[in-house]
């Protein structure tokens, strides 16, 4: 009796490992895609906007003719984007505000991700 128990309770925990990962699969589901391009050490647009608790996935093509860092200090993050090419930050959801984000290669170059 005791070996159907074991078996009993490994298929529960099983059951219960399943029904955990469920959730996160769908919070990747939900991930909102922001697409930004740089040009003339400028953001297009400069202004992004993307639901509060939801992840987030920035698409950065960099157009200018020398190399830049996309980072943000309010969002934890900051990667190098080569000129003619993309790059793409995953951001954790957010809570309601206003983020800054710019290239820090060239601090003029300014933005802000809007979390309503």
């Known amino acids: ?5 074991s ?3 490994f298929a529960l925990a099983a059951l ?14 939900d ?3 922001l697409s930004l391009t740089l040009k003339d050490h400028k953001f297009d647009p400069a202004e992004v906007h993307a639901p509060a ?10 157009q200018n003719g020398i190399v830049s860092e996309f980072e943000s200090s309010d969002l934890h ?7 003619g090419s ?7 959801p957010q809570q309601p505000g206003r983020y800054n ?5 060239h601090h003029e170059t300014q933005g802000f991700l809007i979390v309503p």
């Open 1 to 5: 009796m005791k070996f159907g128990r």
């Open 31 to 33: 991930t909102v895609t």
């Open 16 to 29: 219960a490992t399943a029904a955990v990962a469920t959730p996160r699969a769908a919070i990747a589901d």
């Open 7 to 9: 078996i009993g309770l």
């Open 101 to 105: 984000f710019f290239d820090d290669f």
């Open 86 to 92: 993309e790059a793409v930050v995953h951001v954790r």
């Open 77 to 83: 993050f900051e990667k190098i984007v080569p000129n």
């Open 53 to 62: 608790g939801v992840p987030i996935e920035f698409h950065v093509k960099n």
